[in-house]
């Protein structure tokens, strides 16, 4: 489905009174998308290979009723999340999630760290792959 579908298939549910929650990779603008909407809005770290493709600009556009997702690999991750935090005041902004890469050795680190730093965020597992494994699609 084009980006221009989605918006106006996003605009007929909210009109007829549909609650809609949206999970994008963060690589593509969200400033068209109607405010009466949710947004989970993932920011690549480095060891996915992809921050390179994030829209930067969408963390400026982010509510109070959204969320902003990091999934954190390692130190280096950890660092790049705590320093985008920063930058775009996102803990005074929206809800800010970390979570660690699933079968990682990192995880019980990185609740260390949080708790070290105090950092307002919520620390959740990949509940998806911890239910259906490296299963894609879920």
């Known amino acids: ?19 809609i929650s949206l999970e994008t990779n963060g690589s593509i603008s969200i400033k068209d998308l109607p ?5 989970s809005l993932d920011i690549k770290c480095p060891s996915s290979g992809m921050t390179k493709n994030m ?22 991750d950890y660092i790049f999340a705590k320093n985008i935090i920063k930058k775009y005041a996102l803990e005074d902004k929206t809800n800010v999630i970390f979570q660690p890469v699933y079968r990682t050795k990192f995880t019980q680190k990185l609740v260390n760290i949080i708790l070290q730093n105090k950092l307002k965020v919520r620390f959740l597992l990949q509940l998806h792959k911890i239910i259906w494994g490296d299963k894609r699609g879920v």
Do not use: G, S, T
């Open 1 to 19: 489905m084009q980006r221009l579908e989605c918006i106006k298939l996003i605009k007929c549910l909210i009109k007829n009174r549909f609650n």
């Open 35 to 39: 405010e009466k909407m949710m947004i």
């Open 55 to 76: 829209c930067y600009n969408n963390l400026d556009l982010i509510k109070q009723k959204d969320q902003v997702k990091f999934v954190i690999a390692n130190l280096k």
